[in-house]
């Protein structure tokens, strides 16, 4: 079957760093994405991966291992609006979008 | 650019009746039409995927019967909810994507959803 873990739920500081973790088992990989979630709205784009290493946005990063089955976000410089559920997402070998179940990320002053 | 819309953006109806929601793409051609249900503090379950033209592809469990899907045109595809029951109240999203080729043509644009609530 086709399989992808991240946390349930994480807390940072603001202002601190935090990596959020994505690991998946799917029939096939032709890229992973990871999407931003505030509660009550559709999800946004915020990256995507398809060859091994990191890729910068800005605050946000993101980092593939297709040997290991495994992405992180990492967030820089905190905000209160990072508050979110954090979408880790995976186009399998028939270019269908797999999801994780998300990581609610909680931000405190 | 990749704007997609959906309306309504909320509603209540009563149980046993139907309520249709629209999504359209609006500056893109939309070859791929994706209906997600999102149920309070859970990921998002995709109910089925629409291509222009042609019947939707449903996700085991989905009743096609219950949950209507229509993808009439490259930029428009509805979702009509028959003979709704309260645990039908949920968010709705769809999204939609260009279709083949590269990253941006896999990735899916979302709307902005449609809070279901049936009383």
């Known amino acids: 079957g086709q399989n992808i873990d991240q946390p349930t739920e994480m807390t940072a500081t603001e202002g601190a760093i935090v990596q959020i973790n994505c690991t998946y088992q799917?029939?096939?990989?032709?890229?992973l994405f990871w999407y931003q979630q505030h509660a009550g709205e559709a999800p946004t784009f915020l990256s995507y991966?398809?060859l091994d290493g990191l890729e910068e946005k800005g605050r946000f990063s993101s980092f593939l291992s297709r040997s290991r089955g495994y992405s992180y976000l990492l967030l820089k410089e905190l905000q209160m609006k990072d508050s979110a559920s954090y979408l880790c997402a995976v186009l399998d070998s028939n270019y269908q979008l797999i999801w994780g179940a998300g990581t609610k990320l909680i931000i405190k002053p | 650019g990749a704007v997609v819309s959906q309306h309504p953006s909320w509603v209540i109806c009563k149980s046993g009746t139907s309520v249709k929601i629209e999504c359209r793409s609006l500056d893109f051609q939309a070859t791929t039409m994706f209906w997600y249900r999102q149920f309070p503090k859970q990921s998002l379950m995709l109910m089925a995927t629409?291509?222009?033209?042609?019947?939707?592809?449903?996700e085991q469990g989905v009743e096609k019967d219950k949950f209507l899907i229509n993808h009439a045109s490259l930029t428009l595809s509805t979702l009509t909810v028959t003979s709704a029951h309260p645990e039908d109240s949920s968010f709705y999203i769809c999204?939609?994507?260009?279709?083949?080729?590269?990253?941006?043509?896999?990735?899916?644009?979302f709307g902005p959803g449609t809070r279901l609530t049936v009383t």
């Open positions: 629409s291509n222009e033209g042609s019947k939707a592809t449903y």
């Open positions: 991966n398809v």
């Open positions: 799917t029939s096939g990989f032709n890229g």
């Open positions: 999204s939609a994507r260009l279709g083949q080729g590269s990253r941006f043509t896999y990735e899916q644009y």
